[in-house]
Each structure stands twice: as structure tokens, then as C-alpha cells.
């Protein structure tokens, strides 16, 4: 068995060999053990054959899936939100055509007597005449009045 290819590398048998526990001779062990030391290249190919995660290509592509998701849910999105819209315009049309019915009075009925603004002038002006009359009066009340008419001794 080769253990090191033409390019100075280990060989897969020899990493498989190394990895299953295989007998190999001292040598062999020694020399590989080297190489591993001082190469990255073998060292990662090394590692990976232990673990068994060699780089696996994927069965199918996830971008028609990942596309799909992304359609489905843009449409959901848009349907949540032009849901609320057209339930906001549907109960509006409700409110506006079930307001069509009910009919409002033209004119609410006053009671007959309700002062209005010339009525409401008309008072103040006479309480205002008869207050100024009694003021008149007062005046010429106090004209007539002499120390003598109200003596009495
Ligand atoms: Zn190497």
C-alpha cells in the first residue's frame, strides 16, 4: 500500500487505514504521523474521514423552496392586510346605509312660549322705562321736601 500519492500528500488508503485501525507498520505510523503534523490539507481530510462529515452536496436545491415560502408568504401578507381593508370599508358601507333609513326631524318643535329676542327687548326696555319713571318720581318727591312740611313741633 502507497501512503504518500505523487504529490507528496498521504493517499486515501492509507487515511482509511489510518482511521478504521488497520495494521500498519511502525514506519508507516511514523512517517504519516509527520505528515499530519505539518499539513493542513491531510490534517482537514484526516478529520474528516474520523468524523464521517465529509461535505455533502444537498439532494435538491432549497431555493424552490425557499422561493415558494417567500411567495406564499408575500400572498398572506397581503391578503392580512387588504383583509382589514376591505372589512373596514364593508362596515363602513354597513354603518352609512343603515344610517339611510332613520330620518332626522326637519325642524324640533319650539314650545309656543318660547321668548324670543325681540320679546326679550321689549321687556328690558319697559322695566327700564318704569325704572326710570320711579326714579323721576323719587326726584320729584325730594323737590317737594322742606325742613318745615316735616317738622311737626
Ligand atoms: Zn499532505
Same mark, same amino acid.
Given at each position: ?15 482509511? +487505514? ?5 495494521? =500498519?507498520?511502525?514506519? &508507516?505510523?511514523?512517517?504519516? #504521523?509527520?505528515? /499530519? $503534523? ?33 411567495? +406564499? ?5 397581503? =391578503?392580512?392586510?387588504? &383583509?382589514?381593508?376591505?372589512? #373596514?370599508?364593508? /362596515? $363602513? ?61
Amino acid at each position: 500500500m502507497d501512503i504518500f500519492r505523487y504529490d507528496g500528500h498521504l493517499t486515501d488508503e492509507a487515511l482509511a +487505514a489510518l482511521v478504521t485501525g488497520e495494521s =500498519l507498520d511502525e514506519t &508507516a505510523r511514523l512517517e504519516m #504521523a509527520e505528515h /499530519l $503534523a505539518f499539513c493542513d490539507l491531510c490534517l482537514q481530510r484526516y478529520t474528516d474521514a474520523l468524523t464521517g462529515t465529509e461535505l455533502l452536496t444537498p439532494e435538491h436545491s432549497c431555493r424552490e423552496s425557499l422561493l415558494r415560502r417567500i411567495r +406564499a408568504r408575500a400572498a398572506r401578507l397581503f =391578503l392580512n392586510r387588504y &383583509a382589514t381593508a376591505a372589512a #373596514a370599508v364593508a /362596515l $363602513a358601507l354597513t354603518m352609512l346605509w343603515g344610517s339611510a333609513g332613520v330620518t332626522l326631524p326637519e325642524r324640533i318643535p319650539l314650545p309656543e312660549d318660547r321668548p324670543t329676542v325681540s320679546d326679550g327687548l321689549r321687556k328690558w326696555n319697559e322695566s327700564l322705562d318704569s325704572a326710570m319713571s320711579g326714579l323721576n318720581d323719587f326726584f320729584d318727591g325730594l323737590g317737594q321736601w322742606t325742613p318745615s312740611a316735616q317738622g311737626g313741633n
